[in-house]
């Protein structure tokens, strides 16, 4: 598995990948493995172990990572060694994790607590340590090496063994080139920072080979691979032998003398008839055959049995750097990748990185097979396996992986409810929900609206205890239509219609809004329904006319309320966290009214210069005089009766503030003033606002026209107890009047595009108090462990901030405002834990949950799945993994424990 790491970084490849191109295997027959996710780091990635937890990998930057095997997520960063690291090793049972590097030291890691345990060297100057294996057997290590020896040291012996004198330990050695005095008597300066200590390089046990544990030139060459078996003497197949592979182009089977602390004697070397054989690159081994990986392709398989090379492969893989074997498949990679089947028959070829193929993997995560592959474009993959022994059927994936690809499809459809020519694919989006329905069981319908508008997916997942009454019925809201995403400045790292999986994110247009969390709730349903668990009907209505004002959903909702039936609870998602670190619960939206306001003369477009006087009532002029009656200074709005309906501030609300402040603040004390941000966060939930959109002008764009009609789109966010209905009257008939004031031969024409209520739940609802607990149990522990990003949240309050003086000049978008978005922060080990879901407002508006709550006098609640950079309507729309995997988790707790009301 292991290649020759100098070579490799003799070629490293000079800067970050670029942004195009590699997002899928080059296809062939539809066996290549399929690019599943993409981790990027800023360094080469020379080195790869997996376990059943973690993707390890080891960088150029002497790091060792290790990556969630489930959520792809960065779990920790291992400041290892101080130079490159070049070889990662398990042991058997998982527990300890080896790592060699340029240092010249040997690591070993516990691969629970990533603390160190034990640091080796050799009392020898050996130079780069290209290979460890590791027998569990006789529980001792062998070490190859740049100065062409393998050394072993017996961990039973640790503690009989003398203690190594600190004086011995590598760096603190003189180099005979480096350090060497030259003209002058000056020997050459340390490089900056080579002396500044590793964070986690620290502790454990100090070991030093024995002097006596070598064996010199164990090959005419470097030690490049080595590996660790039984079953590989015919002879005597209980025997644990080590091979290795060497820059003399050899391959040496060695006997290992457990008597004699380990040490190894040549028992035979692989030939090829050559005189002088090229370097070993890679080796792997799959029961009584060995590979080997060599210079320009060249991939070699010997029989053990006979000890015969039986095929020598020509791979166009460049050099083959490593090997990896699995699911009854051999992968060599290089500049390419390539994938053999049992008869050594190319069966496709895989474009992997941006460079070369440094190092590669194969693991059985959950029976699932998966193979990872680093390179020198700093990224690690993940890649599925199709047609692998072991996987004939989807029973091996994992439902969330599953889930996975049912999002793929379901991203790949535009679903852009608002330009007319993705009509057909709103359809198209439309039937594939209905069919991942019908496929799990539910009973469906394909509600229609009024034309030209998309149709509402209906479902219904029945409980399974026999009596109806004693059934909860809850009712999922979503939407499967989506903000549009041209992406012709190219403003996206990827197509915003094919999801792609980069550094434990999924990245699509509708991913978080709102097609994930739809997703998540519908696996949710199927899951407790397959565990006949499922003792609740839940109902799913998906409209695909939200991002457009929900066009027609209220009329067909009432047409088809007898098939819909009752209704105890809803349910929607389609929100997001304040921060990117601690679960929140929505128990309020804003409600709004678009609107219209048009102004037109009697007389057509006209020359400034020709007949512009006073005699002229220019439309544009009374527009912009109308427009600045509706609000004074500080945006209040000047309707009259505008704000009467709005409730005071309540204690027990004021009491959510400060929670939402104290817990924020806890982890970011530079925050400042708790009063100035509970204020930030009140004006944009719980206080209505006007907006002007935009003016469109009659005639040609050049400043020597009058327009003969003005227009101008506004919208009002409405607060709860203000009524849509009655603030769209107010408005209609302020505007009348002030025109009519205006005394303009002019006609004005207000017209309300949509309106939506707002939404005030219940947050002590036993809804809203069951989505507590499950987000308390799902998320557990990590609840609020994380810090959140300090200049992302303290850059919005001081946007938000009314004290002009402390305003930032460097804006947040507008329309990511509405949250308190966060950087990928780190995660932090000194970071809070918070004990409950944050209780939050916010200021969007969804149009059809109030409605919904009315017509079937059922309450609703909102849980928020995406974190607050999600990006939902901007470029590069993201969900994170763990958050799509939770909250279906938190669906199910959620549709078995709600109560019957
Ligand atoms: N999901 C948003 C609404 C939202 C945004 C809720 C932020 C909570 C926080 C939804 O897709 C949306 O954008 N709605 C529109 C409604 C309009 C088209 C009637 C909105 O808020 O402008």
């Not at 195009?20 to 296809?27: E, K, T, Y």
């Not at 644990?240 to 003399?248: A, K």
Request: aromatic fraction near 8%.
């Amino acid at each position: 598995m292991q290649a020759n790491r100098l070579m490799a970084e003799l070629l490293q490849h000079d800067g970050a990948m670029g942004s195009s191109g590699l997002q899928r295997a080059v296809p062939d027959d539809g066996r290549a493995p399929s690019l599943a996710h993409r981790m990027k780091h800023d360094k080469s990635i020379l080195a790869l172990a997996v376990s059943s937890q973690y993707i390890f990998a080891g960088t150029q930057g002497g790091e060792i990572l290790a990556y969630s095997l489930d959520t792809y997520e960065l779990r920790r960063t291992i400041e290892a060694h101080r130079g490159s690291v070049l070889s990662l090793t398990l042991s058997q049972d998982q527990s300890l994790l080896f790592s060699s590097a340029t240092d010249p030291i040997v690591n070993v890691w516990c691969t629970s607590s990533f603390g160190r345990l034990y640091a080796l060297w050799s009392p020898y100057d050996l130079g780069d340590i290209f290979c460890v294996a590791y027998s569990a057997h006789h529980k001792t290590l062998y070490v190859g090496a740049q100065n062409t020896s393998i050394q072993w040291y017996d961990l039973k012996q640790k503690d009989v063994r003398p203690q190594p004198n600190p004086a011995s330990h590598p760096s603190e050695r003189k180099n005979r080139f480096f350090d060497s005095t030259g003209p002058g008597g000056v020997s050459t300066p340390r490089p900056h920072g080579a002396d500044v200590t590793l964070r986690d390089a620290v502790g454990g046990q100090y070991l030093e080979i024995d002097r006596q544990d070598v064996h010199q030139f164990a090959h005419y060459g470097y030690v490049n691979c080595m590996l660790l078996g039984k079953r590989i003497l015919p002879e005597a197949p209980a025997e644990e032998v080590l091979v290795s592979g060497g820059g003399d182009g050899r391959i040496v089977l060695w006997r290992i003398d457990a008597t004699s602390g380990g040490a190894i004697s040549s028992l035979f070397a692989l030939e090829d008839g050559r005189e002088e054989g090229e370097s070993i690159l890679s080796l792997a081994r799959d029961r009584s055959f060995l590979y080997s990986g060599r210079f320009n392709g060249e991939v070699n398989v010997w029989d053990l049995e006979t000890r015969q090379l039986v095929r020598s492969l020509k791979a166009a893989t460049g050099d083959v750097l490593t090997l990896s074997l699995g699911g009854g498949h051999l992968f060599a990679g290089g500049v390419s990748g390539l994938k053999y089947n049992q008869h050594y028959e190319t069966i496709s070829t895989f474009k992997a990185h941006e460079g070369l193929i440094l190092a590669s993997n194969f693991a059985n995560y959950n029976g699932k097979p998966t193979f990872v592959t680093g390179g020198n474009d700093n990224t690690i993959v993940i890649w599925e396996v199709p047609d692998c022994e072991g996987r004939e059927t989807d029973a091996k994936r994992s439902n969330n992986d599953l889930m996975v690809e049912s999002l793929n499809q379901f991203v790949s459809f535009k679903t852009v409810s608002s330009l007319p020519k993705y009509r057909a694919d709103c359809r198209r989006g439309a039937s594939y929900l209905r069919s991942v329905f019908q496929n799990f069981g539910a009973a469906t319908e394909m509600l229609n609206t009024s034309e030209p508008y998309n149709p509402i997916v209906f479902a219904k997942f029945r409980g399974n205890p026999a009596s109806a009454a004693s059934r909860k019925k809850i009712l999922f809201y979503g939407h499967y239509d989506v903000i549009a995403a041209e992406n012709e400045q190219a403003k996206w790292k990827h197509d915003p219609f094919t999801l792609t999986g980069e550094g434990g994110y999924l990245y699509g247009r509708g991913i978080s809004d709102n097609k994930g969390p739809i997703m998540a709730a519908i696996y949710a349903a199927h899951e407790l329904a397959n565990e006949q668990n499922l003792g609740s009907d839940i109902l799913f209505l998906i409209e695909g006319e939200e991002e457009s004002g929900s066009r027609g959903f209220a009329q067909a909702v009432k047409a088809k309320k007898e098939l819909i039936g009752d209704v105890d609870w809803i349910l929607l998602a389609n929100s997001y966290w304040l921060d990117d670190h601690v679960p929140c619960l929505t128990y309020g939206l804003r409600g709004v009214i678009h609107a219209t306001v048009q102004i037109e003369s009697k007389h057509p477009d006209l020359h400034s210069g020709v007949d512009g006087s006073a005699l002229l009532d220019e439309p544009l002029k009374d527009l912009v005089m109308l427009l600045s009656k509706l609000t004074g200074s500080h945006g209040k709005v000047q309707i009259p009766g505008f704000y009467d309906p709005i409730l005071p501030l309540a204690e027990d609300e004021e009491k959510l503030y400060s929670e939402i402040t104290a817990t924020l603040l806890r982890g970011n004390p530079d925050l400042g003033d708790a009063e100035e941000l509970a204020q930030s966060l009140m004006r944009r939930w719980r206080e209505a606002s006007l907006t002007i959109h935009r003016f469109q002008t009659s005639g040609p764009d050049n400043s020597t026209i009058i327009p003969r009609l003005a227009k101008a789109s506004l919208s009002l966010r409405l607060v709860p107890n203000q009524e849509a209905f009655e603030v769209a009257r107010l408005l209609e008939d302020f505007l009348q009047s002030e025109f009519s004031q205006l005394g303009s031969k002019n006609s004005l024409k207000v017209t309300i595009d949509h309106q939506a209520e707002p939404w005030l739940g219940d947050f002590t609802s036993p809804i809203f108090q069951t989505l507590e607990s499950a987000i308390m149990s799902v998320w557990g522990p990590t609840l609020g462990r994380r810090r959140s990003s300090v200049h992302a949240l303290k850059h919005n309050i001081d946007y938000f901030n009314p004290n002009p003086n402390s305003g930032s000049d460097n804006r947040p978008s507008p329309t990511t405002s509405n949250t308190l978005a966060s950087g990928s922060g780190e995660p932090d080990e000194q970071g809070f834990v918070a004990q409950k879901p944050l209780y939050i407002r916010e200021g969007g508006s969804i149009p059809s949950i109030r409605f919904l709550e009315k017509e079937f006098d059922a309450p609703a609640a909102h849980l928020p799945c995406g974190q607050a950079s999600d990006s939902a309507h901007l470029d590069n729309e993201r969900l994170r993994l763990v958050n799509l995997y939770n909250s279906k988790k938190i669906f199910k707790k959620v549709f078995s424990e709600l109560p019957l009301r």
